[in-house]
């Protein structure tokens, strides 16, 4: 990691701690209910976005996404479960976890997500990486990953086929701290084909968008902002991601869809912004 990076990701660290403060210091009521009821009580989110490229065949496939778990220092595993039950109610098509499984200690990565083993969905589940995986053992966690029966896919793709007509799915590196790298993980396909491509950093959407290439960005990362002002305005955002806190943007020729997340970094808490489960129905254009 660069000293770059390093100054980088102790500022936003500071940053947060500062909002956390300032959130318990407006009143111990608010900083007790993000803390215990807020950051336990996850939303489901749905939206329909419609795809270029999409064949008939994919009309109404849906995925649900969740990042950013960030499975420990909080070991919140009966989160966790619900998640992954609310997720198998559902019934999507196909999972998409958009990086950030740990915050700073992968060693025990396998037993924190082992609940993601029973996610259910016929098209498979699949993950990219986020900046706090890189920092703390990619290795361990793509490792653990793929032993969960969960495809990790870094700089890289695969075609999901229906009725002859194809649909890319692909996962890019973390753009803070590692090599995204586009072309390759569209190599093989069809020019035709629709595109969803796992990003953890919501902003990389610009780098994306200046391809040329029209697909769907699934990113995470930014915790919707984590503690929000009234109107839902972030306090504080990190790196990589505050140009596109949360929600379904247009970037170019790419459709971007940022989650809030589901676990905390720094702060323990959320307020304003509780944690998320996106149900994305694909239409096509």
């Given at each position: 990691?660069?000293?770059?990076?390093?100054?980088?990701?102790?500022?936003?660290?500071?940053?947060?701690?500062?909002?956390?403060?300032?959130?318990?210091?407006?009143?111990?009521?608010?900083?007790?209910?993000?803390?215990?009821?807020?950051?336990?009580?996850?939303?489901?989110?749905?939206?329909?976005?419609?795809?270029?490229?999409?064949?008939?065949?994919?009309?109404?496939?849906?995925?649900?996404?969740?990042?950013?778990?960030?499975?420990?220092?909080?070991?919140?595993?009966?989160?966790?479960?619900?998640?992954?039950?609310?997720?198998?109610?559902?019934?999507?098509?196909?999972?998409?976890?958009?990086?950030?499984?740990?915050?700073?200690?992968?060693?025990?990565?396998?037993?924190?997500?082992?609940?993601?083993?029973?996610?259910?969905?016929?098209?498979?589940?699949?993950?990219?990486?986020?900046?706090?995986?890189?920092?703390?053992?990619?290795?361990?966690?793509?490792?653990?990953?793929?032993?969960?029966?969960?495809?990790?896919?870094?700089?890289?793709?695969?075609?999901?086929?229906?009725?002859?007509?194809?649909?890319?799915?692909?996962?890019?590196?973390?753009?803070?701290?590692?090599?995204?790298?586009?072309?390759?993980?569209?190599?093989?396909?069809?020019?035709?084909?629709?595109?969803?491509?796992?990003?953890?950093?919501?902003?990389?959407?610009?780098?994306?968008?200046?391809?040329?290439?029209?697909?769907?960005?699934?990113?995470?990362?930014?915790?919707?902002?984590?503690?929000?002002?009234?109107?839902?305005?972030?306090?504080?955002?990190?790196?990589?991601?505050?140009?596109?806190p949360k929600g379904l943007f247009r970037v170019g020729d790419?459709?971007?869809?940022v989650n809030r997340g589901i676990g905390c970094t720094n702060?323990?808490?959320?307020?304003?912004?509780?944690?998320?489960?996106?149900?994305?129905?694909?239409?096509?254009?």
């Amino acid at each position: 990691m660069s000293v770059a990076a390093t100054s980088t990701r102790r500022s936003f660290v500071g940053r947060m701690f500062q909002a956390g403060a300032a959130l318990a210091t407006t009143g111990g009521g608010a900083f007790g209910y993000g803390s215990l009821v807020e950051r336990h009580r996850p939303v489901i989110e749905r939206v329909t976005i419609p795809l270029p490229g999409l064949g008939p065949a994919w009309q109404g496939f849906r995925i649900v996404q969740i990042s950013d778990l960030h499975l420990e220092p909080l070991r919140d595993s009966e989160l966790l479960q619900r998640v992954v039950q609310t997720i198998n109610v559902l019934k999507p098509d196909l999972v998409a976890l958009t990086g950030d499984y740990v915050t700073s200690d992968a060693s025990d990565v396998a037993r924190l997500s082992a609940p993601l083993a029973a996610l259910n969905s016929p098209a498979g589940v699949f993950a990219c990486a986020g900046n706090h995986d890189l920092w703390s053992g990619v290795a361990k966690v793509s490792r653990a990953l793929n032993e969960h029966g969960i495809t990790y896919l870094n700089n890289a793709g695969q075609a999901l086929s229906l009725r002859n007509e194809t649909l890319w799915i692909a996962g890019l590196d973390s753009a803070w701290g590692g090599r995204p790298r586009l072309t390759a993980a569209l190599k093989g396909r069809p020019l035709d084909a629709a595109a969803v491509v796992l990003m953890h950093e919501p902003d990389y959407a610009d780098s994306i968008a200046s391809a040329g290439v029209p697909l769907l960005q699934l990113s995470g990362h930014t915790h919707g902002g984590q503690v929000c002002m009234p109107g839902g305005r972030p306090m504080r955002l990190p790196a990589w991601g505050r140009k596109y806190p949360k929600g379904l943007f247009r970037v170019g020729d790419v459709r971007l869809y940022v989650n809030r997340g589901i676990g905390c970094t720094n702060v323990p808490l959320r307020f304003g912004c509780p944690p998320e489960i996106t149900e994305i129905t694909l239409s096509c254009v």
